[in-house]
């Protein structure tokens, strides 16, 4: 479950004030709302990107508000897939097993698994120079998913892709939901996103953010 | 009268207005973008064509005296092999201690340089601080001031503790060959070192970090590698800098022979007596050097971008 409970944001001139919602164990929340409106602001909060000024956010019932981002626990996908350019695709989703130290037998099974699962293992040896739009998209969720994170937080990882790859994706997304139950902040500004992945859709608005859709 | 003024005045209105609707010309662009480029062309060129002429001086002045000892001697091959200002240069063991000199306190100098820079400019391009911008400033005192007050001032500083403890094992030796490359060279790395991290996209260091990276295993594992390029970069304009160093070499590690004399110091103390032909021949050795590490470190960087 992930609380946010009267969380205040400086940064320079903007402000988000007072914001409070939480979401559900194992739900796939949708936060909307407009370029600017400070929907990717309060999810590197949840992440530990960004220092908050005042409130509290609660993973699980723990308040990690001042908690490393480190150990958070929080899988992360950016906008871009943000994947590092000198590492293949299996040193991706190797990455955050071998942070952890776990043996190479578990860093084997776990990346074969998440390759299957996301349909990279043909891509396992590329690095990232040479792939498209989606396969990036899909080695950063991947790389987000490998260490079985508590949460995971995507900031619109469907937005730079054409149509046919992004219905791709939201099946993917879909898919990966069952597979794993993780609970989920996907943050987009597309309705049709929504509409397709979400258990519960939150807006944010003027500041402030409304429940528009709760969780059956 | 009235009647048949006015058709005309409207006609003359239309007019009027449909030449200020009209479109107006641009000009000749296609020529005035050849006059531009041709401009560039020009300063660019002048430039460049300094440079290669400057070298194609010191070959041709070089392989003149080459030319005029073949034609003296009763075997001109082996007269041209020998007897050429560079070989004649080599075989002069004074000579040949400073290139090595040279190589080895470059090497130093720019490894040195590298290992200060990539702190350095990676707090300067990733953190805010108070006294940021002082800091700033103060790395780019070593590029602006004068050769020789750095040596100067170098000189100066080991007069005071805890300087003044080593001073007997540092100035006018080698390790002052050392520290008056560093100085300088090392500021040039840090320039470098900057740019390269801004150019880095600050998102993949905070993902490494929800990865559950700390920020010394997101810096080797991930910013690090990608800064290959400008490692490389910095190493070698380090080098090349030290190469060339020579005021601050003068004032705080002297101009000893067989001690503390590089290239540099070889070609001032060739001029002082006269040599101008040996002068030349280490001034080649030295564009040969210079141009070797460029080429090496531009050939791997590629194959680095390649693989």
Not at chain 1, 36 to 52: P, Q, Y
Not at chain 1, 94 to 101: C, P, Q
Not at chain 1, 125 to 139: F, K, M, N, Y
Request: charged letters at 20%.
């Amino acid at each position: 479950m992930i609380s946010m409970e009267k969380l205040c944001v400086k940064t320079g001139a903007f402000c988000l004030d007072n914001i409070s919602f939480s979401i559900p164990t194992g739900a796939y929340a949708v936060l909307m709302g407009r370029t600017g409106s400070g929907k990717t602001t309060i999810l590197e909060c949840l992440i530990g990107l960004r220092k908050v000024s005042s409130g509290k956010i609660l993973i699980n019932d723990a308040d990690v508000t001042m908690l490393n981002p480190a150990l958070r626990g929080v899988g992360y996908v950016p906008q871009d897939g943000a994947l590092f350019s000198q590492m293949s695709v299996r040193d991706h989703l190797a990455f955050a097993l071998l942070i952890r130290r776990a043996s190479k037998k578990i860093i084997k099974d776990r990346v074969d698994e998440l390759a299957s699962l996301l349909g990279i293992t043909h891509l396992l040896d590329r690095t990232p120079p040479g792939l498209s739009g989606g396969e990036a998209q899909r080695v950063a969720l991947g790389r987000a998913l490998s260490f079985r994170p508590k949460v995971l937080c995507l900031d619109e990882p469907l937005s730079a892709l054409d149509r046919e790859t992004r219905e791709q994706m939201c099946e993917l997304l879909h898919h990966m939901r069952q597979q794993t139950k993780v609970t989920t902040l996907h943050v987009t500004h597309n309705p049709e996103e929504a509409e397709t992945l979400a258990d519960c859709v939150y807006r944010i608005e003027g500041g402030q953010v409304l429940e528009v859709k709760q969780i059956q | 009268m009235t009647d048949d003024a006015s058709p005309i005045r409207r006609t003359n209105t239309n007019v009027a207005e449909s030449e200020k609707s009209k479109p107006l010309p641009v000009g000749n662009v296609v020529l005035s973008n050849r006059v531009f480029y041709l401009c560039m062309a020009i300063i660019g060129g002048t430039y460049v064509f300094l440079i290669v002429a400057m070298l194609l001086a010191d070959t041709w002045y070089v392989a003149e005296k080459t030319i005029d000892a073949a034609s003296d001697s009763a075997e001109p091959w082996k007269a041209m092999l020998s007897e050429n200002p560079i070989s004649i240069a080599l075989s002069d063991s004074k000579i040949r201690y400073s290139i090595w000199l040279s190589l080895i306190s470059c090497t130093l100098s720019a490894v040195l340089s590298v290992i200060v820079a990539v702190p350095i400019g990676y707090l300067l391009s990733r953190h805010d601080f108070p006294g940021k911008r002082l800091l700033d400033a103060i790395l780019d005192i070593p590029i602006v001031l004068p050769p020789l007050v750095v040596g100067l001032s170098l000189l100066i500083l080991f007069q005071f503790r805890p300087f003044a403890f080593i001073a007997r094992d540092v100035v006018y030796q080698i390790p002052a060959v050392i520290l008056a490359q560093f100085s300088v060279a090392c500021a040039f790395a840090v320039r470098t070192m900057k740019s390269t991290f801004d150019h880095i996209d600050p998102r993949c260091e905070q993902v490494a970090i929800a990865l559950g990276s700390s920020r010394s295993q997101a810096f080797g594992w991930v910013v690090l590698p990608e800064a290959t390029h400008g490692l490389l970069t910095a190493f070698t304009l380090a080098w090349a800098r030290s190469l060339g160093e020579f005021g601050p070499l003068l004032i705080f590690a002297g101009a000893t022979r067989m001690k503390t004399e590089v290239l540099s110091t070889t070609v001032f103390l060739e001029m002082n007596v006269g040599d101008i032909e040996a002068a030349v021949a280490v001034s080649l050795i030295m564009v040969f050097g210079a141009v070797t590490v460029l080429v090496i470190t531009r050939i791997w960087g590629t194959r680095e971008a390649l693989l």
